[in-house]
């Protein structure tokens, strides 16, 4: 079974950009959820999806927005990038229903945003 | 509001040393809490999930307890070898739809 794809894998910006990052979750998975890794904060949940509608959000500005496709997939958009928003984005897919072992969320390999 | 405390931030023991890492959380009434491993510059790995009804998990050398009422879980890690050197994450759900908080990691060092 494949695992969680993230595309690309790195991306270099400037100022003032937008960026549209990509994720695509493990087979049968409906829930997909973004989070923002920095070395001073740590991961900070952005949001999660689940059947395309959002089910949790973070506490990040409206800048960023994310989607889910009916296949699952997900796209998460940074819009007028600030050099802080420098990072590793994470995405995480699981089958998203309640108890059990379907809850282990299972990660990708990340995407590094640099903005310069 | 779930806040996951991970102490201290970096260990380091010797090749073959047992080995106990913390992970605490504020909020007792906690629907379940994963470990993950992460290896520099790279994503997540899952290790263990405990649901709320459980007090503990194995796979191979690694084990994990749950102490809901003293708001503390712990992953015991066995015979440790260089190779498990990497960040261990821990992170809670305080209800089946809510959101994941993590720690914010111990980073691991075992020497040969």
């Known amino acids: 079974k494949a695992g969680v794809t993230q595309t690309p894998r790195y991306l270099i910006k400037t100022r003032g950009q937008q960026v549209t990052l990509s994720c695509s979750p493990i087979?049968?998975?409906?829930?997909v959820s973004w989070y923002q890794q920095t070395p001073g904060q740590g991961l900070q949940f952005l949001f999660e999806y689940f059947s395309e509608t959002q089910r949790n959000k973070g506490n990040f500005p409206g800048r960023f927005s994310g989607r889910q496709f009916s296949n699952s997939r997900s796209e998460m958009n940074v819009s007028t990038l600030e050099l802080g928003d420098s990072a590793l984005y994470l995405c995480?897919?699981?089958?998203?229903?309640?108890?059990?072992?379907?809850?282990?969320?299972?990660f990708g390999p990340g995407t590094r945003l640099t903005v310069l | 509001k779930q806040e996951v405390t991970q102490i201290p931030a970096a260990l380091s023991v010797p090749e073959g040393e047992n080995l106990v890492l913390n992970c605490s959380f504020t909020d007792s009434a906690i629907y379940n809490l994963q470990w993950f491993r992460q290896d520099p510059g790279k994503g997540l790995t899952s290790l263990l999930l405990i649901q709320s009804s459980q007090r503990e998990q194995t796979s191979g050398r690694l084990n994990a307890s749950l102490d809901k009422s003293s708001g503390r879980s712990t992953l015991y890690i066995a015979a440790s070898q260089p190779g498990d050197s990497a960040t261990y994450l821990c992170?809670?759900?305080?209800?089946?739809?809510?959101?994941?908080?993590f720690g914010k990691g111990i980073t691991l060092s075992v020497r040969p």
């Open positions: 995480a897919s699981s089958y998203g229903t309640s108890g059990g072992y379907t809850d282990t969320q299972y």
């Open positions: 087979s049968g998975h409906r829930s």
């Open positions: 992170a809670g759900k305080t209800g089946a739809n809510s959101k994941l908080t």
